[in-house]
């Protein structure tokens, strides 16, 4: 390319150009040509990398979420037990929510939100798949509730701990989030059936 930067590079620039004018205008305000003009490039080269601006919106979610389940995967790699494993999963995954305040009241708007399990596996399905597995694993092991369905607890964790933060970083901006942290880990710990 001409200026030397990769697909990569001007994907990136467009994301990062997008969440800057959504942070600072909203979704509705927000149009495609600020992104462009942000990001330093012609209007039809947005639409190379992405169909509207929800498919940009779509596409920060994915980012987010990617960031988070590499989060959560490295502080769970080296937990010695199940109570550990939420303790440092639940942190890591709120420190990366925490990051995308500035954009989390689009990201987790109803407006943008996936309305089919298949939208909804697409964003989250490999963040589930890895709770899952956790979730399988200590009860292998004798440290959770054999009872418990690993899917849909999976399922849940993720949804408390997306409305946990919502609620932390959205709706009561001012709260301390380790005490948010510590509800969730509180709440997970004890339907999990692990001692609290």
């Known amino acids: 390319m001409a200026d030397g930067k990769t697909r990569a590079d001007r994907r990136a620039d467009l994301l990062a150009a ?52 590499a989060a959560v995967r490295n502080a769970t790699l080296n937990a010695g037990s ?59 092991a004798g440290e959770v509730d054999a009872t418990v369905n690993p899917e849909i607890t999976a399922r849940l964790i993720i949804g408390l701990i997306n409305h946990a933060a919502d609620d932390c970083y959205i709706y009561n901006a001012q709260s301390d989030p380790a005490l948010y942290i510590t509800e969730v880990i509180r709440f997970i710990s004890r339907a999990l059936g692990l001692a609290v």
């Open 18 to 69: 997008a969440r800057a004018v959504l942070a600072e205008r909203g979704l509705e305000a927000t149009t495609i040509s600020e992104i462009v003009a942000r990001a330093g490039v012609a209007q039809g080269t947005f639409y190379l990398y992405f169909p509207s601006k929800m498919g940009i919106i779509k596409a920060l979610t994915h980012e987010m979420n990617e960031h988070i389940l």
């Open 82 to 140: 199940a109570a550990e494993v939420v303790e440092a999963g639940v942190s890591a995954a709120f420190e990366q929510i925490a990051r995308y305040q500035d954009v989390l009241h689009i990201i987790h708007s109803p407006v943008t939100s996936f309305p089919t399990l298949d939208d909804w596996e697409a964003q989250f399905g490999p963040y589930r798949i890895l709770i899952d597995g956790l979730i399988r694993h200590w009860q292998e």
